[in-house]
């Protein structure tokens, strides 16, 4: 499944083909070996030094973000995009994207918490945090999507896309970055609002119940945009260019 936080590519799904037929996979472009050698010589220094000055731990999260920073850069994963492409054309194989990394999500949380067993060796033990949910948090979420669909990319798709090299993409980094310190500056106007305490769903039904609660609503999220596509008969997406064989993983 790829999907993308592109506007580029969002006007090629929207595009209704005459054929309903798949289309073919794109030709392959060639590998711009300077820009990946640059990114590499970074990765591999940048990793050095963190790993040098501020141990182990930190070095390896930085490797895990590089990582997830090239598989969603090769996936062409975002959450903008999901959602549009469902409510636009009803395709919903980008939701269903998400309700499986949410799924693997969950799974890995349940059990860190529910295990009480420590990544890292960190000290202490790893807890469960709830806030509460206010109205501040309904009022930021739904600026938050205003500002993802008039961008193109959601914070993740940004990020992603400029380390790709997307340079429109940088505008809406520094709206992201220019709204994150607005929202600091004036943090004293948000609080005090009417907001509803949170509450932990493990401490009544247990860590394995709140799991299954949690996948069982991913699988009805799930069917029902199985029923949505079915019905609206989305137009087919482009398929992604690829390798065969082992040069899949870098390509």
């Known amino acids: 499944m790829a999907t993308t936080d592109s506007p580029v590519e969002e006007r090629k799904l929207l595009d209704f083909p005459t054929s309903c037929a798949a289309p073919a996979p794109q030709p392959e472009e060639p590998v711009k070996v300077i820009p990946l050698a640059v990114a590499a010589v970074l990765a591999v220094g940048l990793t050095a030094y963190v790993w040098a000055a501020y141990g182990a731990k930190f070095g390896v999260l930085l490797v895990l973000g590089l990582l997830l920073g090239l598989a969603l850069f090769h996936s062409r994963f975002g959450f903008t995009s999901a959602w549009r492409q469902l409510i636009a054309v009803g395709n919903g194989e980008g939701l269903r994207a998400h309700t499986l990394l949410l799924g693997t999500a969950a799974t890995l949380i349940a059990l860190i918490c529910g295990t009480g067993a420590g990544l890292f060796g960190s000290k202490p033990l790893p807890v469960a945090n709830v806030g509460p949910i206010g109205l501040a948090l309904f009022v930021g979420a739904t600026l938050f999507a205003i500002g993802m669909q008039l961008g193109g990319a959601c914070a993740s ?26 929202y600091t500056w004036g943090y004293p106007l948000f609080t005090g609002w009417p907001q509803v305490s949170g509450f932990l769903l493990s401490d009544h039904v247990g860590w394995f119940g709140s799991w299954a609660i949690t996948i069982a609503v991913l699988v009805a999220i799930v069917l029902a945009t199985r029923i949505v596509q079915k019905r609206r008969v989305p137009p087919p997406v482009d398929t992604v260019p690829t390798a065969r064989g082992f040069a899949r993983i870098f390509r």
């Open 157 to 182: 798709g940004t990020l992603f896309a400029v380390g790709a090299g997307q340079s429109t993409i940088v505008l809406t980094l520094g709206g992201f970055i220019t709204g994150s310190v607005l």
